[in-house]
């Protein structure tokens, strides 16, 4: 079954306490990034990668990190987490020359 | 840049009757429309989608039509179900660009 797949799906975690979300798609796309969605706001793009060894900042990265080592892979890392990163987070992923995004389950965070 | 900007929530209806979600968008090129559903407890889903002018989509008895001269793309049901209940998304992507602009969401209850 194409999907992306996040994990973990929850977490609570503690001020300053680095932590990664994983983000993996099996449908070869290039193109993946990661969006927060908080109240009122809609989701905002927080980082895009078009391929492999290929990240860009977007709308939002401060306090985030990407990595994209291989083409399935897109992890997302906040290396000291503050309680303003308690959000929604989700990864999305597409090929070239095809508009639509595929979005993975979403990870609620919550940061003490 | 990019904006999307769609009525607000929540909008609470009985079964049977018709649901409209404005939906108007700021964009210096041509994007690609998109409505998205993100149904309790899960991620995103594409509902529909709209490249050009005067393009409809549909899907699931939901229908929305691009119009590049009021720069709309309202998202519409003639018979709402209980099972519709959801939080609605308004997106646009301009395909120089490397991210989906999301409007604010809209809560949306049907109630038996």
């Known amino acids: 079954e194409a999907q992306v797949t996040q994990n973990p799906r929850y977490l609570i975690t503690v001020t300053g306490k680095k932590l990664t979300v994983t983000c993996s798609q099996n449908?070869?796309?290039?193109?993946m990034s990661w969006y927060r969605q908080d109240p009122g706001l809609g989701l905002r793009q927080i980082y895009y990668s078009m391929n492999v060894e290929v990240t860009d900042k977007g709308d939002v990265p401060e306090g985030y990190k990407v990595s994209r080592k291989e083409k399935r892979n897109f992890p997302l890392i906040l290396e000291s987490p503050s309680p303003n990163q308690t959000s929604l987070y989700f990864c999305?992923?597409?090929?070239?020359?095809?508009?639509?995004?595929?979005f993975g389950p979403g990870t609620r965070l919550l940061v003490l | 840049g990019d904006s999307v900007t769609q009525m607000e929530g929540p909008v609470t209806l009985s079964e049977e009757a018709f649901l409209t979600i404005n939906c108007t968008y700021t964009a210096t090129g041509y994007p690609s429309l998109f409505w998205y559903v993100q149904y309790p407890g899960e991620g995103l889903q594409l509902l529909l989608k709209a490249t050009k002018a005067d393009d409809k989509g549909s899907n699931k008895g939901f229908e929305a039509t691009y119009r590049k001269e009021t720069t709309s793309f309202h998202l519409e049901k003639g018979s709402v179900q209980v099972s519709d209940s959801a939080v609605y998304f308004c997106a646009l992507s301009d395909f120089n660009d490397y991210k989906l602009s999301f409007g604010a969401g809209t809560t949306v209850t049907v109630r038996a």
């Open positions: 999305a992923s597409k090929t070239w020359g095809e508009e639509t995004q595929y």
């Open positions: 449908m070869n796309h290039e193109y």
